[in-house]
């Protein structure tokens, strides 16, 4: 009667998912995710780093938009126009 045991060890390490949320990743490496947590995917996102104010001016470009009229004047300080 003839046993044969073997046992194998590797120092290879075990791999982490690149793209997941809580984890350092590389933004194009990853479009499917929302880094800045407005929305608006990375791979869409015109400043995934960048919240998205939503005002309902343009908020699929993922871009902030502080100045919606304009006037040179950010608009949280602008008066309602009368």
Request: with cysteine; net charge negative; glycine share 10%.
């Amino acid at each position: 009667m003839r046993a044969y045991f073997g046992v194998a060890f590797a120092n290879t390490p075990m791999t982490q998912p690149t793209c997941a949320e809580g984890r350092a990743y590389e933004l194009a490496e990853c479009p499917d995710l929302d880094r800045d947590g407005d929305g608006v995917k990375n791979g869409a996102d015109g400043a995934p780093l960048l919240p998205e104010d939503k005002d309902a001016f343009q908020d699929e470009d993922g871009v902030p938009d502080p100045d919606n009229d304009g006037d040179g004047t950010i608009d949280t300080s602008t008066s309602a126009p009368r």
